[in-house]
């Protein structure tokens, strides 16, 4: 058995498969559908501090959490330690997550253009100074989550500053911020993390199934697997690894059946916590029908429809399920 519990500061869950924060993709509906097919510990989208200082923080944080999600962390972006330690105060005050993270890993121009996610590792001072501010200031443990640098070395130096300035954990994506999400996970680099580190450590990146879920752990001696773009549409993947990691079996499914339920599932958690108008309906029906025949049709009709129970009739439809 290779699912093993993992402890972050004081929150200790029932296993090491963790859903990524994902911008645009791990709302509250999403989440608690990632959770009931058996991810241990949720993020939300990254947030911004610098919006959640400047705007109404009520109307920003809508729909943020519920009392079946949990343990989840949230995750904030910035590159203020002041502001960040504002932000996370707030956070913390107002939702009591288990965990707040830092996004020093989002590689995307419009956000390291601003200074913040992967850009912040090129200033080692920064990191220490973001993550001490915050450690120094909150109860709630903090984490962080990374991408890899051009030089293993320099990897291992921002790694040991986080752990330095007080993290409780840290995850690692194999990429360097450049690749994006082209070419392969370094799992190499991620070990080596693993092997310099006292807190737990988590691997991220090209998990995409059973195989390479296991082969990760394997290799890395990682504490936990956070998993990203494989759950997008596939919440099962979850259930289908936490079987495999404790069986050493596959699960026997009709994943057009799962993916089917699990879309209805989706939209209705969505219409239950008034999220349907603030997500990207076409784009999430894309993800759940992906491979499923007529899929194209029900993307184009997505956009006509004005809640979530017309998206269920619409799927119901098509695909005459009863």
Same mark, same amino acid.
């Given at each position: 058995?290779?699912?093993?519990?993992?402890?972050?500061?004081?929150?200790?869950?029932?296993?090491?498969?963790?859903?990524?924060?994902?911008?645009?993709?791990?709302?509250?509906?999403?989440?608690?559908?990632?959770?009931?097919?058996?991810?241990?510990?949720?993020?939300?989208?990254?947030?911004?501090?610098?919006?959640?200082?400047?705007?109404?923080?009520?109307?920003?944080?809508?729909?943020?959490?519920?009392?079946?999600?949990?343990?989840?962390?949230?995750?904030?972006?910035?590159?203020?330690?002041?502001?960040?330690?504002? /932000?996370?105060?707030? =956070?913390? %005050? +107002?939702?009591?997550? $288990?965990?707040?993270?830092?996004?020093? *890993? &989002?590689?995307?121009?419009?956000?390291?253009?601003?200074?913040?996610?992967?850009?912040?590792?090129?200033?080692?001072?920064?990191?220490?100074?973001?993550?001490?501010?915050?450690?120094?200031?909150?109860?709630?443990?903090?984490?962080?989550?990374?991408?890899?640098?051009?030089?293993?070395?320099?990897?291992?130096?921002?790694?040991?500053?986080?752990?330095?300035?007080?993290?409780?954990?840290?995850?690692?994506?194999?990429?360097?911020?450049?690749?994006?999400?082209?070419?392969?996970?370094?799992?190499?680099?991620?070990?080596?993390?693993?092997?310099?580190?006292?807190?737990?450590?988590? /691997?991220?990146?090209? =998990?995409? %199934? +059973?195989?390479?879920? $296991?082969?990760?752990?394997?290799?890395? *001696? &990682?504490?936990?697997?956070?998993?990203?773009?494989?759950?997008?549409?596939?919440?099962?993947?979850?259930?289908?690894?936490?079987?495999?990691?404790?069986?050493?079996?596959?699960?026997?499914?009709?994943?057009?059946?799962?993916?089917?339920?699990?879309?209805?599932?989706?939209?209705?958690?969505?219409?239950?916590?008034?999220?349907?108008?603030?997500?990207?309906?076409?784009?999430?029906?894309?993800?759940?029908?992906?491979?499923?025949?007529?899929?194209?049709?029900?993307?184009?009709?997505?956009?006509?429809?004005?809640?979530?129970?017309?998206?269920?009739?619409?799927?119901?439809?098509?695909?005459?399920?009863?």
């Amino acid at each position: 058995m290779k699912l093993n519990k993992l402890k972050i500061g004081k929150t200790q869950t029932p296993g090491n498969l963790l859903l990524a924060p994902m911008a645009d993709v791990t709302n509250l509906a999403f989440r608690l559908l990632c959770r009931q097919n058996g991810a241990d510990l949720t993020y939300t989208e990254m947030i911004s501090a610098d919006a959640l200082l400047n705007e109404n923080r009520k109307s920003h944080l809508k729909g943020l959490s519920s009392p079946e999600d949990r343990p989840f962390g949230i995750q904030l972006l910035g590159n203020s330690p002041e502001k960040l330690r504002e /932000a996370a105060l707030f =956070i913390e %005050d +107002e939702y009591r997550p $288990e965990l707040i993270d830092v996004n020093m *890993g &989002c590689p995307a121009q419009r956000i390291t253009g601003t200074g913040c996610g992967s850009a912040l590792l090129n200033s080692g001072k920064l990191v220490y100074g973001i993550i001490s501010e915050l450690t120094d200031a909150l109860k709630t443990p903090i984490t962080a989550k990374i991408r890899i640098l051009e030089r293993e070395e320099e990897t291992l130096e921002i790694a040991h500053l986080i752990e330095k300035a007080g993290a409780s954990a840290l995850t690692v994506h194999g990429r360097r911020a450049e690749q994006m999400y082209s070419g392969s996970s370094d799992f190499k680099t991620i070990k080596a993390v693993k092997q310099e580190l006292s807190i737990p450590v988590i /691997a991220n990146g090209d =998990i995409r %199934d +059973e195989e390479s879920a $296991e082969s990760a752990l394997d290799f890395t *001696g &990682c504490d936990g697997l956070m998993i990203g773009r494989a759950a997008m549409g596939n919440p099962f993947v979850f259930k289908r690894i936490r079987h495999y990691l404790e069986t050493g079996e596959k699960l026997e499914i009709d994943m057009q059946a799962r993916q089917l339920e699990d879309f209805k599932n989706y939209v209705a958690l969505l219409e239950e916590y008034g999220l349907c108008s603030s997500t990207n309906l076409r784009t999430h029906a894309h993800w759940f029908t992906k491979g499923l025949r007529g899929s194209r049709q029900i993307r184009e009709k997505v956009n006509n429809l004005k809640d979530g129970k017309a998206l269920i009739e619409l799927i119901n439809n098509s695909y005459q399920v009863k």
